[in-house]
């Protein structure tokens, strides 16, 4: 049985969703592109693993064939958008949990790589000249905050 199969259509967009959500932030529109950019190598990568979680095969099998979307609507940065996204992401993990309990820490841990990914990228993307950019600190109280949530050591 596929891990989609686990899941209805519209639980199956709020766990798609997740990958983008830990790699979202107000950074402007080439921040987003770079870091959706950011957030499907990361899928790419995981997928084409011999090893691979099963859920981001398919994941990313469901982005190629456009059943999933990447449109995760605005965000802002404001407080009320912040906490809608991470509603959101709570959502997609109790789902995971609750429909698929053997890859939920495996998925999980994913995904904090994942951001951390996207983080990497922002900073090494940093305009030239600059001498390169060290994490900010909301960057890394973002990734506090995810590590605690996803339940992953940092």
Known sequence: MAVRE?????????????????????QGPMGVLTEMLAVEKAV????????????????????????????LGVIDGAADEQARVLGELARALALVQAQAPGLDSAFRAWLFRVAEHVVRRAVESAPPGAGG???TRHEATALQTLAWMLGVPQ
């Open 6 to 26: 686990a899941f209805t259509a519209e639980e199956w967009q709020a766990v798609g969703a997740a990958l983008f959500l830990v790699g979202a932030s107000p």
């Open 44 to 71: 790419v990568m995981e997928a084409h693993q011999p090893d691979g979680l099963p859920i981001v095969k398919e994941i990313e099998a469901d982005l190629e064939a456009k059943v999933l979307t990447r449109d």
């Open 133 to 135: 950019r060290q994490l």
